[in-house]
C-alpha cells in the first residue's frame, strides 16, 4: 500500500494531517487546513536545495551611507510618540482592539493629520460607506483635510486603485472586512486575514507606501487570523481602555523602529479624541484625604513615567472560598504578593474577599508594582492609610526580599512633579536620586511592614 503523503498543513497552528478537514484538531480553527503542493516526484525532490544551483544573492556591509528616512510627525503628540516619533515610509502598522473602541475615529483623525502633514493618504473602509466616513469627518471638523476615501472590500480593487493613485499612506478599515478572490472562504477567516494582509504588507514594501491595517481584537483577546498578522507587520498596536471610561490607551507592543511599551493616552470626548498630555493627574482619582487600601505606585509605561492609583478592599468573606478580583492587573500576581505576605511576614489573608483595583481603567505590568500592591493589601487589612503624598515601588522576590527596579530616578521626578513629597524604595536603588524627595529605602518586605504598619 502506498504510505499515505502528510500533505495538509494547518495555516493557524502549522499541524500536519494526512487528510483534508474543516476544522484543525490542533487548534480548533475552522477552514485553516491547506494543502500542501509536494515537490514534483521526477525533479529535484531527493536533493537537498544546498546540493542544487541557484542564483548568487548580494550581500552587503552592516554599514551604510544612508541616511535614515525622514519620518512624518502628525502632530498628535501621543500617537507620534508610539510609532517611535513619527511614521516611517514604507512601514506596516497594525492597530488592534475591541470592536467599539475608538480605532476608527482614531485611524481617520491620523489619516486626517498626517494628509494636513503632507503625505498623500488613502482611506479604505470596509464597514462604512463612505458617506458615513465623511459624516464622521465632519463631525470631528476634519472635512476639509486632504484625504482620499474609498469604501471597498475587493482586495483585487483596492490595489489596483492604490496602484495608479501611488499614496504615501494607506489606512485599511478592518482586515477582517477585506477579501481576497483567490482565497477561498469568507472574509474574516483566519485564511482571508492571512492572505489579504500579506498582499497589502507585500505592497506597501514594494510601492514604497506605509499601511496602517487596522484588526479587531475576537472575543478571547487574539486579533481575528491570531498572529498571523502580528508577525507580518512592522509595528503592532493596541487600542485599549474601558467601557466605562473615556480613557483610550494606544500601546506599542511591537515596534522595529522605536520602544515597545510606549503608551499614548487620549480621551473620547464629542469630538473625537482628544491627546491626554499628563496621563497620571488623569489616572490618580480624587485623592482629597488618605484613604486605606489607596496606594499610589510610581510606573514607567514605554519611556514615560505614570503614577497610577491602586486601591485594595479586604472584607471578611461569606464563603467557604474567599473571592480574589483584580481589575488592571494580574491575578496571578496578586496570589503570589499574598503568598509572600502570608509565609514571609505571618500575615493571613485566609478567609478574606480580596479586591485589587487600579484606578482610572489603567493596566499595570510591571513587576515594579508588587510593593504598591502589598502595601494597598496591607493597608486594607489593617485599615491604616498610607500617607497621601507618598509613592512605592519595588519588585518582591519570593522570599520577600525586595529588588531594585529601573529607572528610579525618572518615577521620583515624575511623583515630585506632582506634588508628592516622600517615595518608598528598594534599597539598592539608591543610585544618584537627586530629586529632593523624601525617601524610604527598604531592604525586604518585612522591615516595610514593621516601619509602615507598625502602629496598625
Ligand atoms: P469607532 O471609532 O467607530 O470604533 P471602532 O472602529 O474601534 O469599532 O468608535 C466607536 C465609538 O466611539 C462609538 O461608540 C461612539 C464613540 N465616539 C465618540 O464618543 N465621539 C466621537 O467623536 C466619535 C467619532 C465616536
Ligand atoms: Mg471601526
Known sequence: ?????????????????????????????????????????????????????????????????????PRTVCGMGELDRVLGGGLVPAS????????GIGKSTLMLQAAARFAQAGLKT???????????????????????APVKLAAETNLRDILTTLEAEEPDLVVIDSIQTMWADN??????????????????????????VAVIIVGHVTKDGQLAGPRVVEHMVDTVLYFEGERGHHFRLLRAVKNRFGPAQEIGVFEMTGDGLCEVTN????????????????????????????????????????????RRTVVGWDGGRLSMILAVLESRCGIP????????????????????????VAAALLSAREDVAIPKDCVVFGELSLSGGLRPVNQTENRLKEAQKLGFSSAIAPSRSKAGDGSGMQIRYMDDLVSFVGEVFAAG
Not at 125 to 133: L, P, R, T
Not at 183 to 208: C, D, L, M, W, Y
Open 1 to 69: 500500500m502506498a504510505k499515505a503523503s502528510n500533505n495538509f498543513t494547518c495555516s493557524a497552528c502549522a499541524a500536519v494531517y494526512s487528510k483534508w478537514s474543516g476544522r484543525c484538531d490542533g487548534c480548533g480553527d475552522w477552514n485553516t487546513i491547506i494543502e500542501e503542493k509536494p515537490l514534483s516526484k521526477s525533479g529535484p525532490s531527493k536533493k537537498t536545495l544546498g546540493g542544487m544551483r541557484g542564483k548568487k544573492v548580494p550581500l552587503t556591509d552592516l554599514s551604510t551611507k544612508e541616511a535614515p528616512p
Open 92 to 99: 506596516a502598522i497594525l492597530v488592534g482592539g475591541d470592536p
Open 122 to 144: 488613502v482611506y479604505v473602509s470596509g464597514e462604512e460607506s463612505s458617506a458615513q466616513v465623511r459624516m464622521r469627518a465632519q463631525r470631528l471638523g476634519l472635512g476639509d
Open 183 to 208: 482565497v477561498e472562504s469568507a472574509p474574516g477567516s483566519v485564511s482571508q486575514v492571512r492572505a489579504a494582509a500579506h498582499e497589502i504588507v507585500t505592497f506597501a514594501k514594494s510601492r514604497n
Open 279 to 322: 496621563p497620571s493627574a488623569l489616572f490618580l482619582s480624587e485623592r482629597d484625604k488618605p484613604t486605606a487600601g489607596s496606594v499610589v505606585f510610581a510606573g514607567i509605561e514605554g519611556t514615560r513615567p505614570v503614577l497610577v492609583e491602586f486601591q485594595a478592599l479586604v472584607a471578611p468573606s461569606p464563603n467557604a472560598q474567599a
Open 349 to 372: 489573608f485566609a478567609g478574606l474577599d480580596v479586591y485589587l483595583n487600579v484606578a482610572g481603567g489603567m493596566k499595570v505590568s510591571e513587576p515594579a508594582a508588587d510593593l504598591a
